[in-house]
């Protein structure tokens, strides 16, 4: 079945540490996007990108990089200048160019602090 | 700036009852909307969605939604509620010149009681 997968489901970081969250999709999906999800917050926007080896910031960009050298593949890495990483982190994608064609999510990764 | 909002961030309903979650977002056109699901731990399965054409949508999980132009509103609404039910729900809009971005609505939490 086509679908996307996040992994790990746990991720603890140390003080001043770098993780990266992976994201794989086959879907075969163009677009791929990174939201962050706090309690009471919804969902908002870290990165996004339509085409391989093209992606833009979204709304909470700081503190975090991306990638995307392959279709299926988009990791987000939390750097240590993110003061406060501790979220649920959700991968989606979609069709991009297609706009009625909703996001297909991941079933996410929870960060948390040591 | 366009937005989603919830009014509710919590509802408790007795299973059996009817259910309506309401959603107001905000954009001069009309928009396009969703809503997802999300059960605890969980990744975001989308319910349904309304582009263009008939205002009353029917999703799946036996939910539907209406779009009310005059209102600005894309209410969900249940008959009647499954324990199963019991999740997290966010409305979410994107704007039909950009199709790279959900906005979300902060969510809402529905309980189950037998």
């Known amino acids: 079945d086509g679908g996307i997968t996040q992994s790990p489901k746990y991720l603890f970081r140390k003080e001043g540490q770098n993780v990266t969250l992976s994201c794989e999709q086959n879907l075969n999906h163009d677009a791929m996007y990174w939201y962050r999800q706090d309690p009471g917050q919804g969902l908002r926007l870290i990165y996004y990108s339509q085409i391989v080896n093209d992606f833009q910031k979204g709304d909470i960009a700081e503190g975090y990089s991306v990638s995307r050298e392959k279709k299926e593949s988009f990791p987000l890495t939390v750097t240590s200048a993110q003061k406060n990483p501790t979220a649920f982190y959700l991968c989606?994608?979609?069709?991009?160019?297609?706009?009625?064609?909703?996001?297909?999510f991941g079933d996410g990764t929870r960060l948390s602090i040591l | 700036a366009q937005s989603v909002t919830q009014p509710d961030i919590h509802i408790t309903v007795s299973e059996g009852a009817s259910l309506e979650l309401r959603c107001n977002y905000s954009y001069g056109a009309t928009p396009y909307l969703f809503w997802y699901v999300q059960s605890p731990g969980q990744g975001l399965q989308l319910l349904l969605k309304?582009?263009?054409?008939?205002?009353l949508v029917q999703g799946i999980k036996g939910f539907e939604a209406e779009f009310k132009r005059s209102q600005s509103s894309f209410n969900l609404r249940k008959p009647s509620v499954h324990w199963s039910d019991a999740a997290e729900y966010f409305c979410?809009?994107?704007?039909?010149?950009?199709?790279?971005?959900?906005?979300f609505g902060t969510g809402t939490r529905l309980q189950v009681f037998p």
């Open positions: 979410a809009t994107r704007r039909r010149e950009y199709t790279d971005k959900l906005i």
């Open positions: 309304y582009f263009s054409g008939d205002t």
């Open positions: 989606a994608s979609s069709p991009s160019g297609t706009d009625n064609q909703p996001q297909h």
